[in-house]
């Protein structure tokens, strides 16, 4: 099957020094990948590539099959993969929410009883349904955030790219999008989730962790933080909350506690 996107030794550069130094990646059609490293490894200039935004300067991102340097390609990429970014007041265009939600299909000339079907359709999965003729500034941030995921879903996109799209959210923000971003993943979206929170990166199929604008570790998230936990902290990453405790327990001889969850954990100490 053709991949969703494909990373070839992709190097890129803003200026002189290169930022992105021999990407190689490979993400499959449906899978949901957390995107981690510390900050200025090159994460968002990486998202930045996967909807041609950006073009290598030297390899190339092939995204559905289409290279990203072919100008042709371009808004057939960004038509089947979205971005969705850190702070959901730059993404608000309108000023009622189901026309905020409207204005990407609207903008492509969909017809107005698809473009009702899809705005319903958006703002149901995102859980949003009650908010569609309200005004976006009465909402919360994670309300806003939803409204975002909506917008881009009405679009259909086959991809989704999201750029620490919890950070700037309270819990209760963070946990509705991140719930949102679930639905999309079941409903056969590919997710590309980068995030600066390990317990956020647990919920991926996959992880992979950017340094020093390459991919250097893959796999399933879990395992790599129960497994790499010390070279995961060289490469400037934390560990998420209950595996910083196990790897804790570890070092006073109290092995086989690794868990990600509290009663996973109580269930392999007091087994
Ligand atoms: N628009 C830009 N112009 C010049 N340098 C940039 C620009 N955006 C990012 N950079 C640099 O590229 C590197 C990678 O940045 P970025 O992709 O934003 O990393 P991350 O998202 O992992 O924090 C950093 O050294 C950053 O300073
Ligand atoms: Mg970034």
């Keep these: 099957m053709e991949p969703a996107v494909k990373c070839t030794d992709v190097r890129f550069a803003y200026e002189e020094a290169e930022v992105i130094t021999g990407l190689d990646m490979t993400v ?3 899978e949901y990948i957390a995107i981690v490293g510390r900050n200025g490894s090159g994460k968002s200039t990486i998202a930045r590539h996967m909807n041609a935004l950006l073009v290598p300067t030297k390899g190339s991102v092939v995204v559905f099959g289409m290279d990203t340097k072919t100008e042709s390609n371009v808004l057939p990429i960004r038509s089947r993969a979205s971005m969705v970014f850190q702070n959901p007041d730059n ?19 969909v017809p107005t009883a698809e473009l009702r079907r899809r705005v319903d359709d958006a703002l149901a999965i995102v859980d ?9 500034h009465e909402l919360s941030g994670g309300q806003k ?4 995921i909506a917008g881009v879903l009405a679009m259909q996109p086959d991809m989704v790219i999201f750029d620490e799209p919890t950070s700037m959210l309270d819990p209760e923000g963070r946990a509705s999008v991140l719930a949102a971003m ?3 993943h079941e409903r056969g979206i590919t997710v590309l989730h980068i995030t600066h ?5 647990l919920r991926a199929d996959r992880m992979i962790v950017i340094s020093d604008g390459k991919a250097v570790m893959s796999g399933n998230p879990e395992t790599l933080f129960a497994e ?3 070279e995961l902290i060289a490469l400037g990453l934390d ?3 209950l595996m910083q405790l196990s790897h804790a327990l570890k070092a006073l001889g109290i092995d086989g506690s690794a868990g990600i969850s509290v009663e996973e954990m109580v269930e392999k100490l007091c087994r």
């Design 28 to 30: 499959e059609k449906g």
């Design 91 to 109: 993404q608000i265009v309108a000023s009622v929410v189901e026309e905020d939600v409207a204005f990407g299909p609207e903008n492509l000339g």
């Design 128 to 136: 949003m349904a009650e908010f569609a003729l309200r005004a976006p």
């Design 145 to 148: 955030q939803r409204v975002a």
């Design 182 to 184: 679930d639905t999309l």
């Design 197 to 201: 929170a390990m317990e956020e990166a």
């Design 228 to 230: 790499k936990g010390e």
């Design 239 to 241: 560990l998420p909350p």
